[in-house]
């Protein structure tokens, strides 16, 4: 996962030097701003100046999607509930038809209230504003024609292609923090939960399952993908003896504290190289 702004890597060049690698996937964020007035708290303690200069995701991983054909194309995280519903369904869609299937997309509430202030998301209304554009989304997505009628999303009988590549929608994961109302939300319409690294996971992941089986869904369809996993061995054997199938590793690669403003092409190449010599001694 890279913080890629106007200053950095280009998305394109970090997307085929990954793939080159054989890394499995490239994610990326999204803020469409930063307010300048600013009383939200980032859930990880001083934002990044990085932020006020992030690329648009989906537009960045479009242009990456042209110039690689295995890596997938995530976002860690997407915030749909600050989109127009049609046009973020149109986007998603297709990126994943440009890039044959290739999108995962991570999405989540949001924390920052100025910044969902600025869409018109009223911030005690996050969780019902995000189920009701995903839910909408993935009706355009899957039938031949569909419409909403919510309290922030509304539009009449539409028809809207291209549809996701070969698949009812992309892979969708959930990144928020543990508890029954997330897990209800990601049984409901997600595939899986994004977690931030240091979560209660052997806790957790038994209440996930059961909210997936309440919802009448295969608890071993659930997907788990770890953000920011600490570059360890040790990490990587505790999250695959819990059932964890995908790690998301910062890009570069930091000390314990620090946070990243942007990614130099050189750090990132740096930080995939000793990665990469991680995950061949910790490969069966």
């Not at 039938?143 to 892979?171: C, H, I, L, N, Y």
Request: overall charge negative; glycine content about 6%.
């Amino acid at each position: 996962m890279a913080l890629c702004t106007d200053e950095s890597v280009s998305v394109p060049e970090l997307a085929t030097s990954a793939e080159s690698r054989g890394f499995h996937s490239l994610y990326l964020g999204e803020h469409t701003h930063q307010p300048v007035a600013m009383a939200s708290q980032y859930p990880m303690g001083t934002p990044p100046t990085g932020m006020r200069r992030m690329v648009d995701p989906l537009i960045a991983l479009a242009a990456a999607a042209t110039v690689t054909t295995t890596i997938e194309l995530g976002t860690a995280v997407m915030l749909p509930a600050q989109h127009d519903a049609l046009v973020c369904a149109k986007q998603v869609a297709t990126l994943d038809f440009i890039s044959r299937g290739r999108v995962v997309l991570g999405v989540g509430f949001g924390w920052n209230d100025e910044e969902m202030m600025n869409h018109g998301v009223n911030p005690k209304r996050r969780r019902a504003a995000l189920r009701e554009h995903m839910l909408a989304m993935e009706a355009l997505w899957r039938e031949e024609s569909a419409a909403a009628e919510g309290e922030r999303v509304s539009f009449s009988e539409a028809w809207q292609w291209p549809k996701p590549w070969m698949r009812e929608r992309p892979t969708v994961l959930m990144g928020a923090a543990p508890g029954p109302n997330t897990y209800q939300h990601i049984a409901e319409y997600c595939d899986g939960w994004m977690p931030v690294a240091g979560s209660d996971l052997p806790r957790q992941l038994p209440l996930l399952r059961r909210a997936f089986e309440d919802a009448g869904r295969d608890p071993d369809s659930l997907e788990v993908c770890v953000l920011g996993c600490p570059p360890v061995p040790k990490a990587l054997d505790r999250y695959a003896s819990l059932g964890v199938q995908r790690v998301i590793f910062p890009l570069p690669i930091l000390e314990r504290g620090k946070t990243i403003d942007t990614v130099s092409r050189d750090d990132a190449e740096r930080a995939m190289d000793q990665l990469q010599e991680l995950l061949t001694h910790v490969s069966p």
